[in-house]
């Protein structure tokens, strides 16, 4: 079976992973170094995690993020993205050289930092919508209808439940904004994620002091004495800050990057001003609303259709990011290293 090297996390150099630590498929964790920087690794086959059942790539994500957490107890870390991999040392050094300046300048501000994810929600929303379905105005509309058969009410009876969600929408926001403004001066930054259901008010992972961890704490119990008829918390964490510095690391396929090429009719060496303008040229040519008809019939050149042509366009711009051309070695050598983000003033622009 041919083997490569996982990547769990990015820390400083001389920081690795206690000794014995263990990672997927029972493998010792060790680390790589380029500069100042080092990888955790450890060997792992090769898996299509995409086309795997939820419950068969579970317990590898677990054993991933358990390495982390593990190597984040003693040492600021960035995790990499679950699911990459590397052909071999060589190419785990290439990603650190790629990424070097960006890496080294979010693990200096991310040190004594951690996250703590946050919930908050209903402990009972029926009785919070039996409340907002008391006040004055929905409690009228209600009263308004009371009389007449339910067959002929049907559309007051949509808008009501439409008010009724409105004013739940409203009343969250209202919660959830304060339980923020209590929670920001002691944070670095915020990162919202999404509301699972109507019960959930709050769901933000908070970038914190390492060493304000237990003011944090003290500051949750005051929201619980407050709310704590009504809502509940639940706080995890430390963790790494998954939400705020994960690396994401791109290799190319070479038959992936020759095809876009051919659709759009490209030399081996294009720069990207010549790959933009070939795109907008067949972009043109193919897209449904303005197809190119020559004697009434569409024109047999146009290979792919929009979408693939837009794919096509996309896939080469990004690659121009770090490739020096489209030829078989530098597309096998190219590397792209990025960081998935979310800070309080890009998500508030």
Same mark, same amino acid.
């Given at each position: ?42 060997p ?24 982390i ?16 991999v ?64 339910? #067959?002929?009410?049907?559309?007051? &009876?949509?808008?009501? /439940?439409?008010?009724?969600? +409105?004013? %739940?929408?409203? =009343? !969250? *926001? ?9 929670l ?23 970038l914190?002091a ?40 791109k290799?190319f396929?070479? #038959?992936?990057?020759?095809?876009a &090429?051919?659709?759009? /009719?490209?030399?081996?060496w +294009?720069? %990207?001003?010549? =790959? !933009? *303008? ?40 990004e690659y121009?990011q ?28």
């Amino acid at each position: 079976m041919i083997e490569t090297l996982h990547l769990y996390a990015i820390v400083w150099d001389g920081a690795g992973p206690d000794s014995g630590l263990i990672g997927l498929d029972g493998c010792r964790v060790s680390t790589i170094h380029h500069r100042d920087l080092t990888a955790v690794v450890s060997p792992t086959p090769i898996r299509a995690y995409r086309s795997m059942k939820r419950e068969e790539v579970v317990p590898h994500l677990v054993a991933h993020q358990a390495v982390i957490e593990q190597v984040m107890k003693h040492h600021t870390v960035i995790p990499v993205k679950f699911g990459t991999v590397a052909r071999d040392a060589v190419e785990v050094r290439k990603i650190l050289e790629t990424g070097y300046s960006q890496l080294r300048c979010t693990l200096e501000a991310m040190t004594g930092r951690i996250e703590l994810d946050l919930v908050a929600q209903w402990k009972d929303l029926n009785s919070v919508l039996q409340k907002i379905g008391e006040e004055e105005e929905i409690r009228g509309e209600k009263a308004a209808i009371a009389s007449r058969p339910v #067959e002929q009410t049907r559309e007051e &009876r949509v808008r009501i /439940g439409k008010l009724v969600k +409105a004013r %739940l929408d409203q =009343v !969250r *926001e209202e919660r959830a904004a304060e339980i923020i403004e209590t929670l920001t001066p002691l944070a670095r930054d915020i990162c919202p994620h999404a509301l699972l259901d109507d019960r959930m008010i709050l769901n933000t992972a908070f970038l914190v002091a390492r060493v304000g961890e237990e003011e944090v704490g003290g500051t949750l119990e005051r929201l619980d004495d407050r709310y704590g008829d009504t809502i509940d918390f639940r706080c995890v964490g430390p963790l790494p800050p998954y939400s705020f510095a994960t690396v994401e690391v791109k290799t190319f396929e070479f #038959e992936e990057i020759d095809r876009a &090429r051919r659709l759009l /009719g490209l030399r081996e060496w +294009a720069p %990207l001003s010549e =790959v !933009r *303008e070939a795109y907008r040229t067949l972009a043109h040519e193919s897209h449904p609303d303005h197809a190119y008809r020559q004697a009434g019939k569409v024109r047999d050149r146009i290979d792919g259709t929009f979408e693939t042509v837009t794919e096509a366009y996309r896939l080469l711009k990004e690659y121009l990011q770090v490739g020096s051309s489209f030829r078989a070695r530098d597309v096998r050598e190219a590397v792209a290293v990025r960081l998935l983000q979310w800070s309080l003033e890009a998500g508030s622009a």
